[in-house]
């Protein structure tokens, strides 16, 4: 998997309302369906307020650092609801994936 595949991000930040300077609030739900890809599970899940390759990298960074985790994936939607799909070697727990998108800045979407 590559770790970004995005739309063309908005020229900066300032123009943009990038969540990169302002994140938005946490909360919100995981919607998505694991699916076994043989050893590895994949989950997409979707993340509100990222707006350009910037904040999917720090969405990526975050994600990687949680125990299991072994890629990232980011569909950016700038402006709307981007998925970020993790492999991980099991099951990961809602909390974990919500903490570390938090700490990046920015919030799984509500269903």
Do not use: N
């Not at 590559?2 to 991000?9: F, G, K, L, R």
């Not at 720090?58 to 993790?86: N, Y």
């Amino acid at each position: 998997m590559s770790d970004i595949s995005s739309t063309p991000s908005t020229p900066a930040a300032e123009t943009s309302g990038c969540s990169c300077c302002a994140p938005a609030p946490a909360s919100g739900l995981q919607i998505g369906r694991p699916q076994d890809a043989g050893s590895i599970v994949v989950t997409d899940y979707e993340v509100e307020g990222m707006t350009c390759a910037g904040c999917a990298s720090g969405v990526i960074t975050h994600l990687k650092k949680v125990a299991g985790v072994t890629d990232v994936r980011v569909s950016l939607t700038p402006g709307k609801t981007s998925t970020v799909t993790v492999a991980s070697r099991s099951q990961l727990s809602l909390d974990d994936v919500r903490g570390a998108v938090t700490k990046a800045g920015y919030s799984l979407h509500r269903s």
